[in-house]
């Protein structure tokens, strides 16, 4: 028995061209919070299953106050078609608002390399209405164009697009933008976009919120973009990371392959045609990195060293 889940594209900027069958499929309509006899503790499960025969995994991030407590690498090879269940170990918080889970289907039995769909994510103990796909940010002289796409969409009310406060270090809502689906609710790709007049000189984060018709919200990746007349040049900040996060900002949006490399030379993360003008980095232990990008035909290669931590 299958639902009628689609397999989503990556999440990381850019669409596959297809949904990838060779990806392992989370049934959305099935991700809960397990309850457990201590008010303040939770598992998380949900099902999901292999389209194919291939190696496939899916990675699992919980975070309390982003902080990482649970790590998983589900592997999903084999078994074609068979649903299978997932749930997570028991994890404690005082407030669910804290909570977030991450999910991500892999085309590997690892975990490794790029992720082969949309990173499906859970805040405050919410369930998945909005897949997201593309979303980029592009300046033209003292105009930013935002684009996103929703991939699915359930019982959602539309977007707040925000903006960081660099001086305040908070997210500030510029517009809400009404959802296009019917009663709130899609299986097909929608396409939005919003201007925002902004002539700072220093770069420029933002971030699309999602609300669901009770008040859940979601959010999409984080993109960033530089400064008026700046000039054009790739960017890591901040660097170093005390987080375990950094973002990447390149000076266009042409597709290039990028690679993070670990101090022995391990490839550590992959994205191969990736084509938004920045990139987020997360859950990076501290240490030091090289972050390698290059061009489709190995032109305008870059080379960057990324501290996480203290060292």
Known sequence: MKKSVLCVVLAFGYILANAQASCPVVEQSTFHFVDQANPTSKKISFTYYNPTNG??????????????????IIDASGNKNQDRTYTSAAFTFQNLSDVSVEITPHSSGNGGGSACSATLRSIGGASLPVTFGSFSASRNHSAVVLKWETLTESNNTGFNVERYNNATGTWESLAFVASLSSNGNSSIKLTYQYTDNNDSRSITQYRIKQTDFDGR?????????QGQDQTAKTVVFPNPSSNGTVTVVYPDASARTIMLFDMTGRAVKEWKNYSANSLQIDNLTPGMYNL????????????EKIIIGNL
């Open 55 to 72: 190696n496939k995994s899916i990675v699992v991030v919980i975070k309390v106050k982003n902080v990482v407590v649970i790590n998983d």
């Open 292 to 303: 390698r990008s290059a061009g489709a035909q190995n032109n305008n290669a870059f080379t």
């Open 217 to 225: 919200s979601s959010y999409s990746e984080i993109r960033a973009v």
